[in-house]
């Protein structure tokens, strides 16, 4: 799988995040859950153990936003024309 990631390329929106988490006192179970279910591996938690987030591998699967859907933490978009993941296999 990390090979195959790794033939993606990525390019970058630089200050325009197209995921953002909103934060609430504690983060929800299912925000906490994300760190093991995205496939990029891009939620990751701090020296705290808040959840964040660094979306420049994201692969656009929309997993977080459908697991978040409910508690509102993330705010999700499809980056702007132009940026994001380029596939190499379509
Ligand atoms: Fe990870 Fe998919 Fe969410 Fe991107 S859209 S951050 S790849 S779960």
Redo the contacts with the bound molecule.
């Keep these: 799988m990390e090979e195959r990631l790794f033939q993606n390329r990525y390019l970058v929106d630089e200050g325009r995040p197209h995921?953002q988490i909103n934060r609430a006192a504690v983060d929800s179970p299912q925000l906490r859950s994300?760190i093991s279910?995205?496939?990029?591996g891009?939620?990751t938690a701090d020296e705290d153990g808040r959840v964040e987030?660094a979306?420049d591998g994201?692969?656009?699967?929309?997993?977080?936003?459908i697991v978040c859907q409910a508690t509102g933490e993330i705010e999700?978009s499809y980056p702007r024309g132009g940026y994001g993941v380029l596939y190499k296999f379509g």
């Design positions: 995921i994300l279910i995205c496939p990029a891009c939620y987030i979306s994201c692969m656009e699967c929309g997993t977080c936003r999700w």
